[in-house]
């Protein structure tokens, strides 16, 4: 069974950084892209980053240049570091995988910028 669990979210100050990270089971992820998504409220899910098996990695606009995913295979693990976080960062964070026509999430963690 497939399972991805998020960690790493809180509250944060306009300015500040966290580093989220998801830890997979169940399969392994250097088979895969693998993605982070976040959904704010009465937004829909977006696209946040993306980290190919070749370690190539795409952005979305709005956090080009403050956001980084990287993947460590060895641990099974894809992280997320987010610094100069402003307030319209706030949302739940997903972590992401697609493979065998299935969609595996986790539960989401919660990031939440403001002073």
């Known amino acids: 069974q497939v399972q991805l669990v998020e960690s790493g979210g809180g509250l944060v100050q306009p300015g500040g950084s966290l580093r989220l990270s998801c830890s997979v089971s169940?399969?392994?992820?250097?088979?895969?892209?693998m993605n982070w998504y976040r959904q704010a409220p009465g937004k829909e899910r977006e696209l946040v980053a993306r980290i190919s098996r070749t370690a190539g990695t795409t952005y979305a606009d709005s956090v080009k240049g403050r956001f980084a995913i990287s993947r460590d295979n060895a641990k099974n693990t894809v992280d997320l570091q987010m610094n100069s976080l402003k307030p319209e960062d706030t949302a739940v964070y997903y972590c992401?995988?697609?493979?065998?026509?299935?969609?595996?999430w986790g539960q989401g963690t919660q990031v939440t910028v403001s002073s």
């Open positions: 992401n995988v697609y493979f065998s026509y299935t969609n595996y």
């Open positions: 169940g399969t392994t992820i250097s088979l895969y892209t």
